[in-house]
């Protein structure tokens, strides 16, 4: 069993290695953090390293490193070298922390959700009443949005009162989409553009130029050159060239950013061979999130 000064430097040890990217510490590293002697930390250093939770590295640069079994001491589960969760704070990203572990501790009663954070990095920059961010995770898009009302020091943990909670579900934007199997170039008139939609059932069509994605010829562009009394109006009149182009196999997630970033209503998909494979809307993406949330 460790005590809390072994814990506290263990956990700082840990910190700054992650924090030089992998690269041995400096007991005075770890005093000054601390804001002990460095002697202190030295003699203590012996004692982790005949647990087997730090290893010596010989020389000028030389220093400790965490062992394995360290990790797994306190509870720390992902290599905090390659994984990282970001942590934002009022709106600010804190660039030398991440999450290792997220606990519900009350989800039970109405309007009350709590949410115990556990810490790689300096948690001492973060204070109480502070607005935090949490996320997206790995896998399951887990973010969560609260206040800091309690932080433990020796374990590195934060106290979350949680004000949101969001997930995006984990599954590929070919599972939402619509297949295509037709297009237009710049000379079909609108009436056949109408019958195309008809038949295939379909809410845009792509413009295709020479096998290249030109634009897309939408819905809501065709109802606008009716509701003109454009008839006559050719595709090349009334398409939309802001388009977007993503791969069937992206995630939910990655789609939604680039609904976002290129302010379109929807994606045209690409397969494996770089074919149109089908298309996926703003309407489909909204569609299932409600029926995640329900």
Same mark, same amino acid.
């Given at each position: 069993?460790?005590?809390? @000064?072994?814990?506290?430097? *263990?956990? /700082? ?17 770890? $005093? ?15 004692? *982790? ?14 220093? #400790?490193?965490? /062992? *394995? &079994?360290? #990790?797994?001491? *306190? ?6 070298? &390659?994984?990282?969760?970001?942590? #934002? ?5 804190? =660039?030398?922390?991440?999450?290792? +572990? ?13 949410? /115990? ?65 037709? =297009? @237009? ?50 595709? +090349?009149?009334?398409?939309?060239? %802001?388009?977007?182009? $993503?791969? &069937? ?5 990655? =789609? ?8 379109? =209503? ?5 397969? &494996? %061979? ?21």
């Amino acid at each position: 069993m460790l005590t809390s @000064v072994q814990k506290e430097i *263990l956990q /700082t040890l840990i910190n700054l290695y992650r924090k030089s990217k992998c690269t041995s510490v400096k007991c005075e590293s770890i $005093a000054d953090l601390m804001g002990r002697n460095s002697g202190t930390i030295r003699n203590q250093m012996q004692s *982790l390293r005949s647990l087997g939770l730090v290893q010596g590295v010989p020389g000028p640069r030389g220093g #400790y490193k965490p /062992t *394995l &079994e360290a #990790y797994h001491t *306190l509870n720390i589960e992902n290599d905090p070298c &390659e994984i990282h969760v970001p942590i #934002y704070v009022e709106n600010q990203l804190i =660039s030398d922390i991440s999450v290792n +572990k997220i606990e519900f501790t009350n989800i039970l009663r109405p309007g009350q959700c709590e949410a /115990t954070i556990t810490v790689l990095g300096d948690i001492k920059q973060l204070d109480l009443d502070n607005q935090i961010k949490i996320g997206p995770t790995p896998v399951n898009n887990l973010t969560i949005i609260g206040t800091i009302i309690g932080r433990d020091d020796v374990d590195n943990a934060l106290l979350i009162k949680t004000d949101g909670i969001l997930s995006i579900p984990n599954i590929k934007v070919k599972d939402l989409s619509t297949p295509i199997d037709c =297009s @237009v170039d710049y000379d079909v008139p609108l009436i056949d553009v109408c019958k195309i939609m008809d038949e295939k059932h379909v809410k845009g069509i792509p413009v295709i130029i020479d096998n290249e994605v030109k634009g897309i010829v939408k819905q809501s562009d065709v109802i606008r050159m009716v509701s003109e009394n454009k008839l006559d109006a050719k595709v +090349k009149d009334f398409m939309d060239e %802001n388009i977007a182009i $993503a791969k &069937e196999t992206n995630t939910l997630m990655h =789609s939604m950013g680039m609904l976002y970033q290129k302010d379109v =209503s929807m994606l045209i998909l690409l397969d &494996e %061979n770089s074919e149109i494979s089908g298309m996926v809307t703003f309407t489909d993406v909204l569609r299932r999130l409600v029926s995640f949330t329900n």
